[in-house]
């Protein structure tokens, strides 16, 4: 084993490296990490899974500082060992930015950003389609039940959460309105939001999420990637001193499948973004020699982006076996507590989150994709959501 | 003999404590199952064993000689200044802010190296007074006033000085504000030039002025300093105005001269951290300004060769965290050592 090691590491650093893999990837991540659960465990997934059918070998390479981004872009580079550079996340872009026609015949990739240089792929998500599919579902979770908000967490305050915040907002609008419309009775919903500016600290997580809970919002979105870990801390905790097992409250998960989370009765649905999708058909492309450098927008018509449903479960609690977060022996009960929890709210509710997505799908509603401060301004004025 | 003996003593100690925090490294990666070996090997290798690795490590080396001089400062007056890192918010903030204003690219650093510097003492003045006039403990005082910079920059930098179009940063500092790379294609600015230079000039002052020597005798005896006619006050007022430059300036180089954005992200992501660095970095250059200097470049170098040592020796990163954290306590430790010792002596004594 420890011969083997010794061996790899002295072919990366010889540069004529035998051919022994397909092909290289490094996977370089933000200050964010492994271990969130969601958007970087996706970005690994998706690589790893493409790894395993290409025969590829992956470097991962995780940033201790923002000031890392540049350096470990370029260091990837300069090594002239990658036949792909995966950059996770918007964070990474100046950097990338700077390094890309520096080696223009470097290949890269990067996830929520876009770079305009002919060497690099950006991979973009339609994230307002699903978070209108998740604000209608909250909407609706608080008119059905009588709370007085929902709630969502973001991160830094970056355009991409526009994207979020924008299109919860548009869905929790629609969500009240499908309400009334079925029930004739209308409900006096607001909405709870606050940019904690971290990505990585879980702490601020939960106490953003126990103060929506204690004004009583009937689901918390995550917006925050590792975040989500404190938010369904404060949930469960919530639940907890309520006597309960079950939400509501619930949270809402983001980029991963989260519902397996919590037993798999806390998190009533994930705004999926499938960053796993992303960083696969990347690798795929330069492994098949398609790969161009420009622009790939994934959304709900290719299955970027989308509302979990049974089958993500059960890859998803694939994934959570993996990351060590439960055993196999969580997986009947996870599946069993999911299934009870979602037969608890009214067909109806899940039956106008499909006909929203539907209506997306066909182009019928046009869902608003705040892109700057000024454009995101615009929809909180046109959405205030406000008791 | 005993004379050569007292001069090489420290650089000796420092030696020996770096070889067994390499030795305590190299354990804890066998331990788990990765083989220091290799790890090595490209840690050194990509930090001082080509040009890139090399300008990284000084441009690490930047903001870390001047936190790590604002702590030793205090500590050769008698002081623990823990505040560097608070004082480096204000100093960051301030070269932000000054990049603002229009000025021509020769004017413009300097204007925003003195602000900075001068947003570093006034975020000390506080504690200084305390200490000075009520005799409020440094430590605690300048741990709070972190806290306080902490929010207040972050405040700032989501509310005051954010860009516009991208609110995840700061405005980045205007381009004829910039302190120029001084290798293009790395890292390296002429910040490594201004931090050096403090260096030198705290050399300068601690042992060939008058109240230079004054401080040192502060710190060494503070009764018999006093009896001698040095005004503790005045000394504490001067070191910690001193501390607060070179905080403060920490923060200035770090957002003038380091690309690709050359602003502050929100939640501080790229700057955190430098004044806590800083004291580990005192330790090891035994808070000697000159001492300082070899101390943060291996610091920097670490820190540099620990991004390749994930990629091509296989270690993950927080393994590497863990080895860099041994390496660096094995090398704080003869400094902590003999501050321990001179508490303990002090306390006997009165």
Known sequence: MALRRIGVAVLAMVLVALPVWAGRVALILDVGGRGDLSFND??????????????????????????DYLPNIRNAARSRQFDLIICVGFLLADALNVVAPEFPNQKFAIIDAVVPHPNVLSIVFEEQEGSALVGALAGMLAAHYGYPYVGVVLGIEIPVLYHFEGGYRFGIDWGLRKYAEVTGKTADVGLLWVYTGTFSDIAKGKAAAEAQLEQGAVAVYNVAGPLGIGILEAVTAKLAREGREAGPPFMIGVDANQDWMGDGNKVVASMMKRVDVGCYTAIKMVHEGTFQGGLLSLGLK???????????LLDFIEFGIKAGAITEADRARIIENWKAMRAAIPAWIWQAVDELEAKILSGEIAVPKPKTRE??????????LTR | ??????????????????VI???GGALIMWAWGYNPWPAYRVLFQESFGNAYGLASALANATPLILTALAFAIGARAGLFIIGAEGMMYMGAMAAVATSLLRLPSGLHPLLSLVLAALAGILWGLVPALLRALRGVHEVISTIMFNWLSHFLAFYLVANVLVDPVRAEKTVSVARTARLPLLVRGTDLSLGIVVAAGCALLAYLWLWHTVSGYEVRAAGANPEAARYAGVSPRTTV?????????????????ETMGRPPTYAVYSGLTNIAGFGFDGIGVAMIGRNHPLGIIPAAVFYGGLQAGARLM???????????????????????LPELLRIFRRLRRARRTS
């Open chain 1, 42 to 67: 996706m970005a690994f997934k998706g690589t790893e899974e493409a790894c395993a059918d290409f025969g590829w070998e992956m470097v991962e390479i995780q940033s201790a500082t923002s000031a």
């Open chain 1, 302 to 312: 290719n299955k970027g982006v989308g509302i979990s449903r049974y089958d993500d």
């Open chain 1, 375 to 384: 454009e995101m301004l615009a929809v909180r004025a046109l959405y205030p």
């Open chain 2, 1 to 18: 003999m005993r004379r050569l003996w007292l001069g090489i003593r420290p650089l000796a100690e420092s030696l020996l404590a770096g």
């Open chain 2, 21 to 23: 925090g390499l030795g």
């Open chain 2, 237 to 253: 007022l001067l070191v910690f105005a001193l501390a607060g430059a070179f905080g403060g300036l920490a923060g200035a180089v």
């Open chain 2, 310 to 332: 994930q990629m091509w020796a296989k270690v993950p990163f927080e393994m590497v965290r863990a080895v860099q954290g041994v390496i660096v306590l094995a090398l704080a």
